[in-house]
């Protein structure tokens, strides 16, 4: 008889209804959608490393019974966030966080262009019925102060006229703290990524139910 066949077998018939219940009751719980692009997909990160995966592991040390599903796309634009909409929509959340604009910033294009796409993110929604929290970013200093300055007010704006939570700069709690940037200068590291999930918290802890 090989042992660590019977173990195995063993082991299995006693996890899979474990794993089984996990699985069910996260289908039932509330979800939260990280909506954004490479810092929200977790870029040059390891497995579970990624800032929506800090916010899970968050609300389970909290008791908050939310699941937390991460729609990050590396390079995603506005354009791409308005388009890739109705497949946030399908999921039926109840929180979103919207974590978009900084590839059009790098990328040069028209800011009028991209707070317009934005408006339409959180227009639609608002009319599902599910809570948003705009989560912005700035540019590096080479950009220019005048288009910096333009392009951090998008966020301030929209979420003033918009009427939702609001966390204007997520990388401001990692700036000049060692380790939280990768070598390129833009993405955040492992632990960079942990500190905007310690920054997000407090816009969204208001939108969740205990």
């Known amino acids: 008889m090989d042992v660590r066949r019977v173990i195995a077998v063993a082991l299995s018939i006693v996890l899979l209804p474990i794993f089984a219940r996990a699985r069910a009751a996260a289908a039932t719980q509330p979800l939260i959608v990280c909506y954004g692009d490479s810092i929200t997909a977790g870029l040059g990160l390891p497995y579970g490393q990624s800032y929506p995966d800090d916010l899970q592991r968050m609300l389970n040390a909290r008791g908050y019974h939310y699941t937390v599903r991460n729609l990050g796309v590396s390079g995603a634009t ?28 790098l990328r040069g294009l028209p800011l009028a262009q991209s707070r317009q796409n934005l408006s339409q993110v959180i227009t639609a929604l608002h009319k599902a019925h599910i809570h948003i929290l705009l989560a912005g970013i700035t540019l590096p200093p080479n950009y220019g102060q005048d288009y910096i300055r333009d392009f951090d007010q998008i966020f301030r704006t929209l979420a003033a006229e918009l009427h939702v939570a609001l966390v204007p700069m997520i990388y401001k709690n990692l700036i000049n703290v060692p380790g939280t940037i990768q070598p390129d200068g833009i993405h955040p590291t492992a632990k960079g990524s942990q500190i905007i999930a310690n920054t997000l918290w407090p816009a969204l802890k208001p939108l969740l139910k205990n």
């Open 78 to 105: 506005t354009k791409d966030a308005v388009a890739n909409l109705p497949s946030v929509l399908r999921l039926h959340p109840a929180v979103v966080i919207v974590e978009f604009g900084g590839n059009d910033g």
